[in-house]
């Protein structure tokens, strides 16, 4: 049983976790153009090209729904709530077929072999375990289907972008409720077990800080 203590503590976290999650909102809301500036013709040619049941990790507030092509039916885990009214919004405006499912990416609740494609953007530096989110996102592929991701990675060791990683690692992960900027995310995926993967680097520039260090790219089962 739960002291008072213990029982306010929880109850401020919760609250903690939900003004952090608003705020996380925010700002993928406010960097939604910069996003598809630089990623809008690989995002519509990948995501697009996309037919039948897609599943989405870490969907968010829906940035992505626009790049579907309509009707699509699309299985949204975003474990989020904070998330899933932007995101329903996003779907009905776009067109798409979507069902959320308030689940982590560790445990994908789909059936073995039945997804046409996945999509994660920006998920794999949030969550616990991304060996095993890689491997849930292969089981439920279907052979020949693809997985486009985009990232944040690591920046380069020995230049000051990793050197501000490291120093705004703990920062960073509380505000944005886990996110760690300083994965090797692109070693998680080509160990992954897929049969093809295409990764393109991209560094963003000086104007998005810390986080200028990006993976696009697709990887097929």
Same mark, same amino acid.
């Given at each position: 049983m739960l002291s008072w203590q213990h029982y306010?503590?929880?109850? /401020?976290?919760?609250?903690?976790?939900?003004?952090?999650?608003?705020?996380? @909102?925010?700002?993928?809301?406010?960097? *939604?153009?910069?996003? !598809?500036?630089?990623? $809008?013709?690989?995002?519509?040619?990948g995501i697009g090209s996309m037919a039948g049941t897609v599943v989405e990790l870490g969907p968010g507030p829906g940035l992505t729904m626009k790049y579907y092509a309509p009707g699509t039916r699309v299985i949204g885990?975003?474990?989020?709530?904070?998330? !899933?009214?932007?995101?329903?919004?996003?779907?009905? &405006? !776009? $067109?798409?077929?979507?069902?959320?499912?308030?689940?982590? $990416?560790?445990?994908?609740?789909?059936?073995? *072999?039945?997804?046409?494609?996945?999509?994660? /953007?920006?998920?794999?530096?949030?969550v616990d375990d991304p060996d095993e989110?890689?491997? &849930?996102?292969?089981?439920?592929?279907?052979?020949?289907?693809?997985?486009?991701?985009?990232? !944040?990675?690591? @920046?380069?060791? $020995?230049?000051? /972008? @990793?050197t501000a990683?490291?120093?705004?690692?703990?920062?960073h992960r509380w505000l944005f409720n886990g996110c760690e900027i300083n994965r090797t995310t692109a070693n998680t995926i080509s160990a992954g077990g897929f049969t093809d993967v295409q990764i393109e680097e991209v560094d963003e520039g000086l104007a998005s800080g810390h986080v200028r260090h990006h993976i696009v790219g697709t990887a097929t089962k």
């Open positions: 306010g503590l929880a109850v /401020t976290e919760l609250a903690d976790k939900k003004i952090r999650s608003k705020i996380e @909102a925010m700002v993928l809301n406010g960097t *939604a153009k910069a996003t !598809h500036d630089n990623y $809008g013709e690989r995002m519509a040619s885990i975003e474990p989020n709530p904070s998330m !899933h009214e932007g995101l329903r919004a996003a779907a009905t &405006e !776009h $067109g798409v077929d979507l069902e959320i499912r308030t689940l982590r $990416g560790e445990q994908i609740d789909v059936e073995s *072999a039945t997804a046409d494609g996945v999509v994660g /953007t920006r998920v794999l530096c949030g989110v890689v491997s &849930e996102v292969l089981r439920v592929l279907k052979p020949g289907a693809p997985y486009f991701f985009l990232e !944040h990675v690591a @920046a380069p060791e $020995g230049t000051r /972008t @990793a990683q490291r120093v705004l690692l703990r920062p």
